[in-house]
T-cell receptor, first 113, second 114 residues
Framework: SQQGEEDPQALSIQEGENATMNCSYK?????LQWYRQNSGRGLVHLIL?????REKHSGRLRVTLDTSKKSSSLLITASRAADTASYFCATDAVSSNTGKLIFGQGTTLQVKP | NAGVTQTPKFQVLKTGQSMTLQCAQD?????MSWYRQDPGMGLRLIHY???????DQGEVPNGYNVSRSTTEDFPLRLLSAAPSQTSVYFC?????????????FGEGSWLTVV
């Protein structure tokens, strides 16, 4: 099945540093979304980028999409301890007419105070 | 709005027992889905529904049934629980089936099958 794969699986940084997570996928997509999950909680939507977009910003978040490489990156600038969470990318498939989103395995980010 | 509400939060079942995980949303969303989350596996889609009366299978549907008699509710039934179904289950909803919509998740249901 088509699935996003996040890289790295785990990331540990100091507060104030930038964190970059990558997502690769297998087939052409309509949209790619990033979600965040705090420990023991549900997922929360962060940002959506469409296949015809290359970059999007939301606060301290910057997402890029390279459809030729079938990859996306999520950059969190000036990280805070509260950013500690798991981050997932989710992709659909151009061939799908049901909007099914397939999630990757996630990147676990730890931000040390 | 309460958003997406799942019950129960925690449940322990014996092998072979059946149970239903309840999911309700109060946002009048057409699209609802169930995922399971296992360590190192990400979230995997079990079943989904694009509207009342319409359901379809996801990646891992075996051992689970769903129904969508109302827009608000989307229960997930485990027919005969197996240890392999030990997992965290998430219900989710979005305005429509278009993948350009934000998905709203419930807080999860932790299920252990012994």
């Amino acid at each position: 099945s088509q699935q996003g794969e996040e890289d790295p699986q785990a990331l540990s940084i100091q507060e104030g540093e930038n964190a970059t997570m990558n997502c690769s996928y297998k087939t052409s997509i309509n949209n790619l979304q990033w979600y965040r999950q705090n420990s023991g909680r549900g997922l929360v939507h962060l940002i959506l980028i469409r296949s015809n977009e290359r970059e999007k910003h939301s606060g301290r978040l910057r997402v890029t999409l390279d459809t030729s490489k079938k990859s996306s990156s999520l950059l969190i600038t000036a990280s805070r301890a509260a950013d500690t969470a798991s981050y997932f990318c989710a992709t659909d498939a151009v061939s799908s007419n049901t909007g099914k989103l397939i999630f990757g395995q996630g990147t676990t980010l730890q931000v040390k105070p | 709005n309460a958003g997406v509400t799942q019950t129960p939060k925690f449940q322990v079942l014996k092998t072979g027992q059946s149970m239903t995980l309840q999911c309700a949303q109060d946002m009048n969303h057409e699209y609802m889905s169930w995922y399971r989350q296992d360590p190192g596996m990400g979230l995997r889609l079990i079943h989904y529904s694009v509207g009342a009366g319409i359901t379809d299978q996801g990646e891992v549907p075996n051992g689970y049934n769903v129904s969508r008699s109302t827009t608000e509710d989307f229960p997930l039934r485990l027919l005969s629980a197996a240890p392999s179904q030990t997992s965290v289950y998430f219900c989710a909803s979005s305005y429509s089936w278009d993948s350009g919509n934000t998905i709203y998740f419930g807080e999860g249901s932790w299920l252990t099958v012994v």
